[in-house]
């Protein structure tokens, strides 16, 4: 019977830092681990939750990795090798106690005190989780930070984060029929490149600035062109090149997205986007996301009003992205992979330069001038929070951009 089993395995339910944590206690060593005979008696620390300060020393309420809360113990200060935590500790607790409008640090936490210092210890825990999982989800260089130094609110629920669009139900999506024959697109471009198909120049510079105008289409390089991976025609499909940092706004606006590098004018910052799905489901979900007084509809109206992209429950770091009347972002239409013009990827570029730090706002409600081409009178308007031609079926929300040409009311 032993060796039928002998191939036989089961998940353990108990996590790696359980595992280092019974090792511990009972003195048992695992070089898988970590846990040697040197290191034995060494527990690390999750986070403090308490101190207090008596004649002859300073200590603190420890809440030790693996271990359950119920094993919290006192420590003094000498014993404790965690000067990270040690430090966050204290800025809380300064944070804290100027809310309180108190000054100096008392010798012993009141209680109020210390469960705030612990709440915000499990916060800054969830987020961490929450920027890990983003991180590893991601499919673009740029990596996403997250931040919450206003209150005690986690990671948004029923979100999931996506690479690309999703399609939905009863949407076909048509594929790219043909790709460039060029070797250079932007010095020797064949029969126009991948733009000469719409009458239009190549929208970028060598250095991957649009220099086109809002309104006009972006063709790019395909995976059907002869062109490599380094060609100049090729921006949108590279993914988000900047560290970006999802942060909680302190003036009631939610959470934002800022810039950690400088970004330079006319670059390609990121994508919008979620799940496409018909105007009419758009339709459906508008009226509820109207009685929960948010939304994250976005109206695909290039050509014509047929579908449009819902970023509510699926979507990518521009779920975040805040309105401004006053913005440093531009919406463009970006065609790769697929020629239906009823469904551009929508791609956001600076419009100016931006400093790292600076939080990225886009118009929710921008207006671009019809522009006239060879083929057609293409309209380039667009509408975060409104199905067009229905603008009084929405809720009229009061902007809080704060930007000196602000309109007061978003919709």
């Not at 594929?175 to 490149?193: F, I, R, S, T, Y």
């Not at 590279?238 to 810039?259: E, M």
């Not at 929710?364 to 308007?381: A, G, H």
């Amino acid at each position: 019977m032993a060796e039928n089993l002998k191939d036989c395995s089961v998940p353990c339910k108990m996590s790696w830092d359980e595992l280092e944590a019974m090792c511990r206690m009972e003195k048992l060593q695992c070089q898988e681990l970590g846990v040697s005979r040197a290191n034995v008696n060494e527990y690390e620390v999750e986070f403090l939750c308490d101190y207090k300060k008596t004649k002859e020393e300073e200590l603190y309420l420890v809440k030790w990795k693996g271990f359950p809360e119920s094993d919290n113990t006192w420590e003094p200060k000498r014993n404790l090798k965690c000067p990270k935590l040690m430090k966050q500790f204290h800025l809380d607790l300064d944070q804290e106690l100027r809310r309180h409008k108190r000054r100096c640090i008392p010798k012993k936490l009141d209680k109020e005190v210390s469960s705030f210092l612990v709440q915000k210890a499990k916060l800054r825990q969830s987020l961490q989780r929450w920027e890990d999982h983003l991180n590893h989800t991601r499919n673009h260089p740029g990596r996403i930070f997250v931040m919450n130094e206003v209150d005690l609110e986690g990671p948004p629920k029923n979100f999931t984060y996506i690479n690309n669009y999703k399609v939905g139900q009863g949407i076909v999506l048509d594929e790219m029929a043909v790709g460039c024959e060029c070797k250079n697109c932007l010095e020797e471009p064949v029969n126009g490149c991948c733009p000469g198909a719409s009458l239009q120049r190549m929208a970028y510079n060598d250095r991957g600035q649009v220099r086109i105008r809002p309104g006009q289409p972006i063709y790019e390089c395909n995976s059907r062109c002869s062109c490599g991976p380094d060609c100049p025609n090729r921006v949108v499909q590279n993914g988000i090149q900047f560290d970006l940092c999802i942060f909680k706004t302190g003036n009631g606006r939610g959470w934002g997205v800022r810039t950690l590098q400088h970004i330079k004018r006319n670059t390609f910052v990121m994508e919008y986007i979620g799940e496409i799905i018909t105007t009419d489901e758009a339709e459906r979900r508008g009226h509820i996301y109207d009685r929960q007084g948010s939304t994250y509809l976005f109206d695909l109206d290039y050509v014509e009003d047929v579908y449009t992209v819902d970023a509510a429950h699926l979507g990518n770091i521009s779920h975040f992205v805040n309105h401004s009347c006053n913005p440093n972002l531009q919406v463009y239409n970006v065609f790769i992979d697929n020629i239906d013009e009823r469904l551009p990827r929508i791609a956001l570029f600076s419009t100016r330069a931006i400093r790292a730090g600076e939080e990225l706002t886009f118009d929710y409600k921008m207006q671009i001038d019809p522009v006239d081409t060879e083929s057609t009178k293409m309209d380039s308007s667009f509408s975060l929070a409104g199905l067009p031609g229905s603008p009084k079926k929405r809720v009229r929300v009061e902007c809080r951009c704060g930007s000196d040409s602000c309109r007061k009311y978003l919709f």
